[in-house]
Nanobody, 121 residues
Framework: QVQLVESGGGLVQAGGSLRLSCAAS????????MGWFRQAPGKEREFVAAIDWNGLHTNTADSVKGRFTISRDNAKNTVSLQMNSLKPEDTATYYCVRYNGIYYNTDPGYWGQGTQVTVSS
């Protein structure tokens, strides 16, 4: 059973920064791509960022490109999302996901419970 536990969410002023972390259980963490999605109230869930199994390739949504950076530490079974220059429109619940393969062109197979990020103007 895979468990994904997010942390690091909170309330921040516009222009500020937050770092989200996701701790994953299981011995095969390094064998899967990981990513982040978010969902704002009244909106559909949307892709934020993804990273392949060894961290060599990443992808970020246009809406956060240049502000958010995804990274992973396979030794610690963690994936992180560094969020800078936050905007009120970044307010959402952020979900950590594990993809079904080593690359993020597969489907997410596991989801965390989510962590709330609120950006005040």
């Amino acid at each position: 059973q895979v468990q994904l536990v997010e942390s690091g969410g909170g309330l921040v002023q516009a222009g500020g920064s937050l770092r989200l972390s996701c701790a994953a259980s299981g011995r095969t963490f390094s064998g899967y791509a990981m990513g982040w999605f978010r969902q704002a109230p009244g909106k559909e869930r949307e892709f934020v960022a993804a990273i392949d199994w060894n961290g060599l390739h990443t992808n970020t949504a246009d809406s956060v490109k240049g502000r958010f950076t995804i990274s992973r530490d396979n030794a610690k079974n963690t994936v992180s999302l560094q969020m800078n220059s936050l905007k009120p429109e970044d307010t959402a619940t952020y979900y950590c996901v594990r993809y079904n393969g080593i690359y993020y062109n597969t489907d997410p197979g596991y989801w965390g419970q989510g962590t709330q990020v609120t950006v005040s103007s």
